[in-house]
């Protein structure tokens, strides 16, 4: 998720557990918190390749952040914050922004390497967009309404009732999911499509509309279904084929390996593309990589922006 969601998250643990001790100190910290496992992006990564797969990694590992909970607590404890909470009030603060913050990511299409460094493939439950406010806004919310609590006594539960509510959306993306994937699978079964493997994302900003992406011979098929509405499909060819004998290899597995085999190989203009068919719609993508065939190691290449083609590709919806 966005850092401002997981930020808002953070404070809202902070408040439930010791806002009434620790006042304002209380969101802050939790926030702060919560705000840790993103701090890779700083990291100098030595290639795009690198900096592509290893962000939500080392940081966001169960394991690690999981060894790092009583460092951190630690540190708070060495701090005046020690006065205005106990060590286990500050430790479960700690505990719980550190490890709901890979859990959240989970949620998100990108990816999150939660069982590093056993090498298991990120993680991607796909329930929620990156940036979605129906989770941030309760959060936020909520914990605001609590530190103007003194001034309207029907506030100080807020930060109980955002908590709540975005939970409950969290539950019902996930039971959107299901629908929709059992929605997708009927369409593909319909037009005869054997699958390999499909995933399902939600659309920015809700989880009312969907799109998929479904990998099988020959190519992919990409569908986007809105709840109560209709579901278009459109096909699309790759050609694996083509990464045979790179010398961008090891990138390229790392690529596949990161994607979890949602991607396209596409020859443009001389070069070899591998394209993750996650993050956008067609023909517009977020990351894009040439491996070849003069490529030694892959390089990111600008993301694609085409309106005209994808209202082409989606047009009725």
Same mark, same amino acid.
């Given at each position: 998720?966005?850092?401002?969601?997981?930020?808002?998250?953070?404070?809202?643990?902070?408040?439930?557990?010791? +806002?009434?001790?620790?006042?304002?100190?209380?969101?802050?910290?939790?926030?702060?918190?919560?705000?840790?496992?993103?701090?890779?992006?700083?990291?100098?990564?030595?290639?795009?390749?690198?900096?592509? %797969?290893? #962000?939500?990694?080392?940081? #966001?590992?169960?394991?690690?952040?999981?060894?790092?909970?009583?460092?951190?607590?630690?540190?708070?404890?060495?701090?005046?914050?020690?006065?205005?909470?106990?060590?286990?009030?500050?430790?479960? !603060?700690?505990?719980?922004?550190?490890?709901?913050?890979?859990?959240?990511?989970?949620?998100?299409?990108?990816?999150?390497?939660?069982?590093?460094?056993?090498?298991?493939?990120?993680?991607?439950?796909?329930?929620?967009?990156?940036?979605?406010?129906? /989770?941030?806004?309760?959060?936020?919310?909520? !914990?605001?309404?609590?530190?103007?609590?003194?001034?309207?006594?029907?506030?100080?539960?807020?930060?109980?009732?955002?908590?709540?509510?975005?939970?409950?959306?969290?539950?019902?993306?996930?039971?959107?999911?299901?629908? !929709?994937?059992? /929605?997708?699978?009927?369409?593909?079964?319909?037009?005869?499509?054997?699958?390999?493997?499909?995933?399902?994302?939600?659309?920015?900003? %809700?989880?009312?509309?969907?799109?998929?992406?479904? $990998?099988?011979?020959?190519?992919?098929?990409?569908?986007?279904?809105?709840?109560? +509405?209709?579901?278009?499909?459109?096909?699309?060819?790759?050609?694996?084929?083509?990464?045979?004998?790179?010398?961008?290899?090891?990138?390229?597995?790392?690529?596949?390996?990161?994607?979890?085999?949602?991607?396209? /190989?596409?020859?443009?203009?001389? $070069?070899?593309?591998?394209?993750?068919?996650?993050?956008? #719609?067609?023909?517009?993508?977020?990351?894009?990589?040439?491996?070849?065939?003069?490529? $030694?190691?892959?390089?990111?290449?600008?993301?694609? $922006?085409?309106?005209?083609?994808?209202?082409?590709?989606?047009?009725?919806?």
């Amino acid at each position: 998720m966005d850092s401002i969601t997981q930020f808002a998250l953070g404070a809202a643990i902070g408040e439930a557990i010791v +806002g009434k001790k620790a006042g304002w100190r209380a969101p802050l910290i939790g926030g702060a918190v919560a705000s840790l496992p993103d701090l890779d992006v700083l990291y100098p990564f030595a290639s795009d390749v690198a900096s592509f %797969t290893w #962000h939500r990694g080392v940081t #966001h590992s169960l394991f690690v952040l999981a060894l790092a909970v009583p460092i951190v607590t630690w540190g708070l404890l060495r701090t005046p914050l020690a006065r205005l909470g106990g060590a286990r009030e500050w430790g479960l !603060v700690v505990f719980l922004a550190l490890l709901t913050h890979p859990l959240l990511d989970a949620l998100t299409i990108y990816g999150t390497q939660l069982l590093w460094p056993l090498p298991a493939p990120p993680v991607m439950w796909s329930t929620l967009f990156i940036i979605d406010p129906w /989770v941030t806004l309760p959060l936020v919310l909520g !914990v605001l309404a609590v530190r103007t609590a003194s001034r309207f006594e029907t506030f100080r539960h807020g930060n109980t009732l955002g908590l709540a509510l975005a939970c409950a959306y969290i539950s019902w993306s996930v039971a959107a999911k299901l629908h !929709v994937d059992r /929605v997708f699978a009927d369409a593909l079964q319909a037009r005869g499509i054997v699958v390999e493997r499909m995933i399902s994302t939600p659309l920015p900003f %809700t989880t009312r509309s969907w799109r998929m992406v479904a $990998i099988h011979e020959g190519g992919y098929t990409q569908g986007v279904h809105r709840i109560g +509405g209709e579901t278009h499909l459109a096909s699309f060819e790759s050609s694996p084929e083509l990464l045979g004998g790179l010398p961008a290899s090891v990138d390229i597995e790392r690529l596949k390996w990161f994607t979890g085999g949602f991607y396209k /190989v596409t020859e443009e203009d001389g $070069i070899i593309v591998l394209t993750d068919l996650r993050m956008g #719609h067609e023909p517009n993508y977020a990351f894009r990589f040439d491996v070849g065939p003069d490529a $030694i190691a892959a390089k990111q290449l600008p993301s694609t $922006i085409d309106v005209e083609r994808f209202l082409e590709t989606y047009d009725g919806l």
